[in-house]
């Protein structure tokens, strides 16, 4: 594996050092002097060459998994194969891991041997995390020299909120037709909508007024009021969250419920008041990361007043997330509109989770992400 020569600071210093012996050995006359200068110099020589040639090392580096939950266990694996016959091999390793260099201790390589270094990557920040490239460097004689060596390019791990364990949602809490203010009793069928029949519809659910009238054919889609949709509504306005960590507790509060609902069958939509975020999951959805990948990339907005308010069609059970900055007059009255609505409020400054309600909404608040989702289970998702 070739690299790039270069001197160390040791190394120079001995250079210049020697030259200057030698130098003013010569001009003064002095043997001892040129003898010592002229060993330096050498011996730099020496370190120079001791690098020279590829070190006889194959290497490899992978990084897994490639998406973690934050705070989630993520390593990378450095893997060696000293090709040399009769020396030793000795390596220093160095990762640049979202921007800061992290050494990696590697043992020394017999001839003919394999060695695997694993090393912790810290996941500590939700989004893109760059790993790479990984730097391998290879010392010199006494440490006056050195070869460095590049392996790899950049590998990107995407780091997602976290995701704690929710019950779920209500049941039996649909608005009925799109536009009604009623709730829809547990069993039966909720009309959400109609389109034109396709060859192989079920005749039975032909939509005859609607068919009679419009000369078409309608059949009509209906919602089990068992699985209402689940509309979480992010505020990610950075005056509602004054400081870093209760937006991350927002975040995942947020990933949280759409979770737990997506894995109860439920649809969801996720959106942020500043409307930067919105997006749909379709009931029926087995492990689906769209959510997540959208909540990792998510950072506090400046400059936006109101949320945008949530479809009319999204309104069964409406989760509004903020922080304790958050003017909630908006959010009320935005979790209002919903059969459930509910705000979750992050606030650092609580000592004792609460619970109280205001309007026609629910309002939770904890200081931490653990509060919220217990009174969710509590109160909500009785």
């Known amino acids: 594996m070739k690299g790039r020569l270069r001197l160390t600071a040791r190394g120079v210093g001995a250079l210049v050092l020697g030259v200057s012996l030698l130098v003013l050995g010569v001009w003064w006359r002095y043997p001892g002097m040129v003898g010592f200068g002229a060993a330096l110099v050498l011996l730099v020589v020496a370190a120079v060459g001791s690098v020279l040639l590829p070190a006889p090392v194959d290497a490899a580096r992978t990084v897994r998994p490639r998406t973690v939950h934050r705070l989630g266990a993520c390593a990378g694996t450095l893997t060696l194969t000293s090709t040399s016959r009769r020396l030793p091999v000795r390596l220093d390793a160095v990762d640049l891991i979202g921007g800061t260099p992290i050494g990696i201790e590697v043992p020394p390589l017999k001839p003919g041997t394999e060695s695997s270094v694993d090393y912790p990557i810290p996941t500590t920040r939700r989004g893109v995390l760059p790993v790479g490239p990984l730097e391998l460097r290879r010392p010199g004689l006494a440490g006056l020299a050195g070869a460095r060596m590049s392996l790899g390019g950049v590998t990107e791990v995407r780091v997602v909120p976290r995701v704690l364990p929710v019950r779920g949602l209500p049941s039996g809490v649909r608005r009925g037709h799109v536009g009604a203010d009623e709730r829809v009793e547990r069993g039966g069928t909720d009309l959400v909508g109609l389109r034109?029949?396709?060859?192989?519809?079920?005749?039975?659910?032909?939509?005859?007024?609607?068919?009679?009238?419009?000369?078409?054919?309608?059949?009509?889609?209906?919602?089990?009021?068992?699985?209402?949709?689940?509309?979480?509504?992010?505020?990610?306005?950075?005056?509602?969250?004054?400081?870093?960590?209760?937006?991350?507790?927002?975040?995942?509060?947020?990933?949280?419920?759409?979770?737990?609902?997506?894995?109860?069958?439920?649809?969801?939509?996720?959106?942020?008041?500043?409307?930067?975020?919105?997006?749909?999951?379709?009931?029926?959805?087995?492990?689906?990361?769209?959510?997540?990948?959208?909540?990792?990339?998510?950072?506090?907005?400046?400059?936006?007043?109101?949320?945008?308010?949530?479809?009319?069609?999204?309104?069964?059970?409406?989760?509004?997330?903020?922080?304790?900055?958050?003017?909630?007059?908006?959010?009320?009255?935005?979790?209002?509109?919903?059969?459930?609505?509910?705000?979750?409020?992050?606030?650092?400054?609580?000592?004792?989770?609460?619970?109280?309600?205001?309007?026609?909404?629910?309002?939770?608040?904890?200081?931490?992400?653990?509060?919220?989702?217990?009174?969710?289970?509590?109160?909500?998702?009785?």
């Not at 509309?231 to 927002?250: I, K, M, N, Q, Y």
């Not at 400059?303 to 009320?332: K, N």
Request: no cysteine.
């Open 196 to 382: 034109e029949y396709v060859p192989g519809d079920d005749l039975r659910r032909l939509h005859w007024a609607t068919s009679a009238r419009t000369g078409v054919l309608m059949v009509r889609e209906d919602a089990d009021p068992a699985r209402p949709h689940l509309a979480v509504l992010l505020d990610d306005r950075a005056g509602s969250h004054p400081d870093e960590d209760g937006f991350e507790d927002a975040v995942e509060t947020a990933a949280s419920l759409l979770t737990a609902a997506v894995a109860g069958g439920h649809p969801v939509r996720l959106m942020s008041a500043s409307g930067g975020v919105d997006l749909e999951v379709a009931a029926g959805t087995l492990e689906d990361d769209t959510t997540l990948a959208a909540l990792a990339d998510v950072q506090p907005v400046s400059d936006v007043d109101a949320p945008l308010p949530l479809p009319v069609r999204d309104l069964d059970v409406v989760a509004v997330i903020s922080g304790a900055g958050a003017e909630r007059a908006s959010l009320l009255l935005e979790a209002g509109r919903a059969s459930v609505g509910v705000v979750l409020v992050v606030d650092r400054a609580t000592e004792k989770p609460s619970t109280h309600a205001v309007g026609g909404a629910l309002v939770l608040t904890g200081a931490r992400v653990e509060d919220l989702v217990a009174l969710w289970d509590t109160v909500v998702a009785r």
